[in-house]
């Protein structure tokens, strides 16, 4: 019987297993269905992680040290996928396909994906002119003209945040109404650096071997298509949490999630199950950010080393 199963080895997930061993948890594993380092390993240049900046600097490179620090206070690695996490008594039970796994404590951080658009050119250019990440690449673009695709919250919200740093923000949205909260369209509306492009998708992304170079818009109303020349387009489509290992046998959530499919928890990490935590992209009202993910692993780590403590 495993003290602490941690699903998930990106930022969240190592940062659980390094706090959750370190404080002295003894049997304690870390599932990962790939290589440990979740998603930011994607991303070409990280600058906003505190304390390690390095022109040049890779997700990859970031996050190369990481599982070696886990390793060293005993965190095992399992190269699993897991498909459910279900509970039988006071424990919980991995189904990880031909075995299943027992624990005392679950930590899962599985983290979420932003959904893509499905315009051509868009997993071309993934990384090299396509972006979901504002916060992250919107300094590559200060001073140019960028696109954001999307009518939501984040969509809009981004753009205002993009339009302190490019020259123009164009917003493409496929209606004419938008989703976000009015207030922040208002903002928007009255933003002088920001042009709307509406009842609009994108019908191709462009470029070359350096990258994206731009963007061919079709109309939905019959206006004549439209080409952009933009080195940048940010993608706000939405985000698909990876909570299925959640999801039980006759489709119910283990613990609570909200309409996005988003773990609730309190600010301990904790979800309604006792001995149950979700840490990183995958909580509700996630930052999603390397050094928030990190944080949360932190706690939830700290948090099951506590439950295993008082049981005892
Ligand atoms: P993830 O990093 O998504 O890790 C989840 C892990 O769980 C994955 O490795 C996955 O393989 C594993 N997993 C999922 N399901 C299972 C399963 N069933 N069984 C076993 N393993 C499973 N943030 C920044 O702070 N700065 C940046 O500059 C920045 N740039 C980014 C650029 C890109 C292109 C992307 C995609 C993201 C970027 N982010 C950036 C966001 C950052 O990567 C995330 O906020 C962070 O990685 C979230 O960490 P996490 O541990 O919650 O989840
Ligand atoms: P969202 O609300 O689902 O909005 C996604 C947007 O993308 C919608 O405008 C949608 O258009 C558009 N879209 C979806 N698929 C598309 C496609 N294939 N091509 C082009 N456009 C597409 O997602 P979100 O903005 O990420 O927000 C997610 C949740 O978080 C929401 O509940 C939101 O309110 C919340 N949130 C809140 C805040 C805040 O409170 N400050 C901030 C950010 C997010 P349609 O409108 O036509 O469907």
């Not at 609009?200 to 952009?228: C, E, N, Q, Y």
């Not at 050094?291 to 939830?300: E, K, L, Q």
Request: charged share 20%.
């Amino acid at each position: 019987m495993l003290d602490c199963a941690i699903i998930g080895g990106g930022p969240a997930g190592l940062t659980a297993g390094l706090y959750a061993t370190r404080g002295g948890l003894k049997n304690v594993t870390m599932f990962e269905m790939g290589m440990p380092g979740g998603q930011i390993t994607q991303s070409s240049e990280i600058e906003n992680y505190p304390g390690v900046f390095r022109e040049g600097m890779t997700g990859m490179d970031l996050m190369e040290p990481w599982p070696h620090q886990c390793q060293h206070f005993g965190l095992k690695h399992e190269m699993k996928e897991v498909k459910r996490v279900s509970k039988s008594g006071e424990h919980f039970v991995l189904d990880i396909g031909s075995e299943q796994v027992e624990a005392k404590t679950v930590i899962v951080c599985t983290g979420s994906t932003p959904r893509r658009a499905g315009f051509e050119g868009e997993d071309e250019f993934f990384g090299k002119g396509v972006s979901t990440c504002a916060t992250c690449d919107g300094f590559f673009y200060k001073n140019k003209e960028v696109a954001v695709l999307g009518g939501g919250d984040t969509a809009l919200e981004e753009a205002l945040y993009l339009a302190n740093i490019c020259s123009k923000v164009y917003v493409i949205h496929r209606r004419e109404e938008f989703r976000a909260a009015p207030p922040t369209v208002e903002r928007v509306m009255k933003n002088d650096k920001i042009e709307l492009i509406l009842n609009a998708s994108i019908d191709r992304a462009f470029g070359d071997a350096m990258g994206l170079t731009g963007l061919d818009i079709v109309f939905k109303d019959g206006t004549a298509p439209r080409t952009l020349d933009v080195p940048g387009v940010f993608v706000f489509v939405g985000n698909n949490v990876k909570n299925q290992v959640l999801i039980q046998e006759d489709g119910s959530f283990l613990c609570g999630t909200n309409e996005q499919g988003e773990v609730i928890v309190d600010l301990k990490m904790h979800t309604n199950v006792p001995g149950l935590y979700a840490a990183g992209d995958m909580r509700i009202e996630a930052a999603k950010q390397v050094v928030c993910a990190a944080s949360d692993g932190a706690i939830a780590g700290m948090q099951a080393l506590e439950h295993i403590l008082e049981q005892a």
